[in-house]
Protein backbone atom coordinates (compact mmCIF):
# COMPACT_ATOMS: atom_id res chain seq x y z
CA UNK A 1 0.00 0.00 0.00
CA UNK A 2 1.30 3.76 -1.00
CA UNK A 3 2.11 5.78 1.43
CA UNK A 4 0.48 8.66 0.30
CA UNK A 5 -2.90 6.38 0.40
CA UNK A 6 -4.45 7.74 3.64
CA UNK A 7 -3.41 11.24 2.81
CA UNK A 8 -6.28 13.91 1.72
CA UNK A 9 -6.53 14.13 -2.55
CA UNK A 10 -5.61 17.25 -3.17
CA UNK A 11 -6.09 19.07 -6.73
CA UNK A 12 -8.01 21.97 -8.76
CA UNK A 13 -10.49 19.28 -10.63
CA UNK A 14 -11.24 17.75 -6.75
CA UNK A 15 -12.04 21.05 -5.57
CA UNK A 16 -14.02 22.11 -8.26
CA UNK A 17 -15.84 18.70 -8.16
CA UNK A 18 -16.57 18.99 -4.27
CA UNK A 19 -18.19 22.49 -4.45
CA UNK A 20 -21.63 23.22 -5.12
CA UNK A 21 -22.95 24.07 -8.49
CA UNK A 22 -24.42 27.81 -6.69
CA UNK A 23 -21.12 28.27 -4.58
CA UNK A 24 -19.07 27.96 -8.06
CA UNK A 25 -20.48 30.10 -10.38
CA UNK A 26 -22.89 32.57 -8.10
CA UNK A 27 -22.32 35.36 -8.81
CA UNK A 28 -18.88 35.01 -10.06
CA UNK A 29 -19.96 32.98 -12.90
CA UNK A 30 -22.87 34.69 -13.93
CA UNK A 31 -21.43 37.95 -14.25
CA UNK A 32 -18.52 36.61 -16.04
CA UNK A 33 -20.94 35.20 -18.38
CA UNK A 34 -23.02 38.28 -18.92
CA UNK A 35 -19.85 40.63 -19.11
CA UNK A 36 -17.38 38.10 -20.72
CA UNK A 37 -19.16 36.09 -23.22
CA UNK A 38 -21.92 39.24 -23.68
CA UNK A 39 -19.35 41.84 -23.96
CA UNK A 40 -16.75 39.43 -26.41
CA UNK A 41 -20.11 39.40 -29.18
CA UNK A 42 -19.47 43.41 -29.68
CA UNK A 43 -15.79 42.69 -29.94
CA UNK A 44 -15.68 40.21 -32.21
CA UNK A 45 -17.98 41.93 -34.72
CA UNK A 46 -16.29 44.86 -34.74
CA UNK A 47 -12.49 43.80 -34.97
CA UNK A 48 -10.16 41.44 -36.86
CA UNK A 49 -8.37 38.35 -35.61
CA UNK A 50 -5.12 40.30 -34.96
CA UNK A 51 -6.63 42.97 -32.87
CA UNK A 52 -7.89 39.88 -31.07
CA UNK A 53 -4.45 38.08 -30.44
CA UNK A 54 -2.76 41.32 -29.04
CA UNK A 55 -5.41 41.17 -26.96
CA UNK A 56 -5.24 38.05 -25.50
CA UNK A 57 -1.46 38.67 -25.75
CA UNK A 58 -2.17 41.59 -23.20
CA UNK A 59 -4.41 39.15 -21.02
CA UNK A 60 -1.82 36.44 -20.60
CA UNK A 61 0.68 39.18 -19.15
CA UNK A 62 -2.17 40.18 -16.71
CA UNK A 63 -3.37 36.27 -16.01
CA UNK A 64 0.41 35.67 -14.90
CA UNK A 65 0.64 38.72 -12.98
CA UNK A 66 -2.79 37.43 -11.07
CA UNK A 67 -1.16 33.65 -10.94
CA UNK A 68 1.49 35.14 -9.12
CA UNK A 69 -0.73 37.00 -6.38
CA UNK A 70 -3.02 34.03 -5.64
CA UNK A 71 -0.22 31.49 -5.35
CA UNK A 72 1.46 34.42 -2.93
CA UNK A 73 -1.59 34.54 -1.23
CA UNK A 74 -2.25 30.63 -1.26
CA UNK A 75 1.40 30.20 0.08
CA UNK A 76 1.19 33.05 3.28
CA UNK A 77 -2.51 31.40 4.37
CA UNK A 78 -0.70 27.25 4.90
CA UNK A 79 2.34 29.50 6.31
CA UNK A 80 0.99 31.82 8.78
CA UNK A 81 -2.63 30.54 11.36
CA UNK A 82 -1.62 30.15 14.24
CA UNK A 83 -2.36 26.57 15.88
CA UNK A 84 -5.03 27.65 17.42
CA UNK A 85 -6.80 29.00 14.08
CA UNK A 86 -5.85 25.94 12.92
CA UNK A 87 -7.56 23.66 15.31
CA UNK A 88 -10.81 26.06 14.88
CA UNK A 89 -10.72 25.21 11.09
CA UNK A 90 -9.96 21.76 11.41
CA UNK A 91 -13.48 21.52 13.85
CA UNK A 92 -15.66 23.05 11.17
CA UNK A 93 -18.00 20.44 9.78
CA UNK A 94 -17.32 21.37 6.12
CA UNK A 95 -13.33 20.13 5.60
CA UNK A 96 -11.58 22.04 7.73
CA UNK A 97 -8.48 23.50 5.91
CA UNK A 98 -8.73 21.94 3.10
CA UNK A 99 -12.26 23.28 2.40
CA UNK A 100 -11.14 26.81 3.56
CA UNK A 101 -7.83 26.17 1.03
CA UNK A 102 -10.30 25.11 -2.08
CA UNK A 103 -11.26 28.41 -3.68
CA UNK A 104 -7.64 29.43 -3.75
CA UNK A 105 -6.80 25.98 -5.85
CA UNK A 106 -9.76 26.79 -8.16
CA UNK A 107 -8.30 30.42 -8.43
CA UNK A 108 -5.12 29.06 -9.23
CA UNK A 109 -6.95 26.27 -11.84
CA UNK A 110 -8.38 29.45 -13.68
CA UNK A 111 -5.41 31.37 -14.02
CA UNK A 112 -3.66 28.81 -15.38
CA UNK A 113 -6.02 27.82 -17.89
CA UNK A 114 -6.23 31.85 -18.78
CA UNK A 115 -2.44 31.49 -19.06
CA UNK A 116 -2.67 28.53 -21.28
CA UNK A 117 -5.77 29.25 -23.52
CA UNK A 118 -4.95 32.78 -24.33
CA UNK A 119 -0.97 31.97 -25.48
CA UNK A 120 -2.38 28.77 -27.93
CA UNK A 121 -4.97 31.65 -29.42
CA UNK A 122 -2.22 33.80 -29.48
CA UNK A 123 0.35 31.59 -31.57
CA UNK A 124 -2.68 29.76 -33.61
CA UNK A 125 -5.87 31.84 -33.85
CA UNK A 126 -5.91 33.27 -37.07
CA UNK A 127 -5.30 29.24 -38.13
CA UNK A 128 -8.51 28.37 -36.40
CA UNK A 129 -11.79 28.06 -38.35
CA UNK A 130 -13.72 30.81 -37.56
CA UNK A 131 -16.21 29.54 -35.52
CA UNK A 132 -13.49 27.75 -33.24
CA UNK A 133 -11.69 31.18 -33.30
CA UNK A 134 -14.98 33.62 -31.85
CA UNK A 135 -15.61 30.50 -29.56
CA UNK A 136 -12.05 30.15 -28.15
CA UNK A 137 -12.06 34.16 -28.14
CA UNK A 138 -15.43 34.13 -26.19
CA UNK A 139 -14.00 31.24 -24.06
CA UNK A 140 -11.10 33.49 -22.86
CA UNK A 141 -13.11 36.49 -21.60
CA UNK A 142 -15.34 34.36 -19.55
CA UNK A 143 -12.26 32.72 -17.93
CA UNK A 144 -10.94 36.45 -17.39
CA UNK A 145 -13.58 38.27 -16.12
CA UNK A 146 -14.33 35.23 -13.76
CA UNK A 147 -10.93 34.61 -12.62
CA UNK A 148 -11.26 38.52 -12.03
CA UNK A 149 -13.82 38.55 -10.22
CA UNK A 150 -13.00 35.22 -7.87
CA UNK A 151 -9.87 37.17 -6.94
CA UNK A 152 -12.25 39.78 -5.56
CA UNK A 153 -14.17 37.06 -3.68
CA UNK A 154 -10.79 35.55 -2.50
CA UNK A 155 -10.18 39.33 -0.80
CA UNK A 156 -13.40 39.31 0.46
CA UNK A 157 -12.73 35.85 2.27
CA UNK A 158 -9.44 36.89 3.35
CA UNK A 159 -10.85 39.71 5.37
CA UNK A 160 -13.27 37.97 6.89
CA UNK A 161 -10.79 35.16 7.83
CA UNK A 162 -8.58 38.45 9.12
CA UNK A 163 -11.09 39.14 11.78
CA UNK A 164 -11.66 35.91 12.67
CA UNK A 165 -7.79 35.77 13.44
CA UNK A 166 -8.06 38.66 15.26
CA UNK A 167 -11.01 37.66 17.54
CA UNK A 168 -8.99 34.26 17.81
CA UNK A 169 -5.95 36.30 19.21
CA UNK A 170 -8.20 38.11 21.97
CA UNK A 171 -9.38 35.10 22.55
CA UNK A 172 -6.43 33.59 23.54
CA UNK A 173 -4.92 36.73 25.32
CA UNK A 174 -8.40 36.34 27.30
CA UNK A 175 -7.88 32.08 28.07
CA UNK A 176 -4.56 33.28 29.30
CA UNK A 177 -5.72 35.64 31.83
CA UNK A 178 -8.54 33.29 33.41
CA UNK A 179 -7.01 29.64 32.96
CA UNK A 180 -9.62 27.11 33.14
CA UNK A 181 -12.10 28.94 30.73
CA UNK A 182 -11.80 28.31 27.24
CA UNK A 183 -13.84 29.89 24.26
CA UNK A 184 -16.10 28.34 22.36
CA UNK A 185 -15.60 27.25 18.58
CA UNK A 186 -16.90 30.29 16.46
CA UNK A 187 -18.82 29.58 13.05
CA UNK A 188 -16.26 30.51 10.32
CA UNK A 189 -17.21 32.23 7.53
CA UNK A 190 -17.98 30.23 4.27
CA UNK A 191 -18.45 27.29 6.19
CA UNK A 192 -21.90 25.85 6.06
CA UNK A 193 -21.71 23.38 9.35
CA UNK A 194 -21.70 25.26 13.13
CA UNK A 195 -19.68 23.42 15.46
CA UNK A 196 -19.69 23.31 18.95
CA UNK A 197 -17.41 22.94 22.01
Same mark, same amino acid.
Request: charged letters at 20%; hydrophobic letters at 50%; aromatic letters at 8%.
Given at each position: ? &? ?7 ? +? ?10 ? #????? #? ?24 ? $? ?15 ? *??? =? ?14 ? +?? %? ?24 ? $? ?13 ? #? ?9 ? *? ?6 ? $?????? =? ?6 ? $? ?9 ? +??? +??? %? &? ?6 ? %??? %???
Amino acid at each position: M &SPDADLPKI +GVWRAVGEFKFK #ELFWP #EGLCALVIGVGGSIPIIATTKVVDRA $AAAGDLLILSGAFLAVV *FTA =LAILVSLPSSSYLRLL +GA %TSDGGMRRFLDPFLIAVGTQIAIVLL $ALTYRLVGADLPRWI #EHASFGLISFL *FIFGLLDI $AALARQ =LVRHGLNR $AEDAADDQLDQ +GHP +GQS %T &SLRRLPGS %TGR %TGK
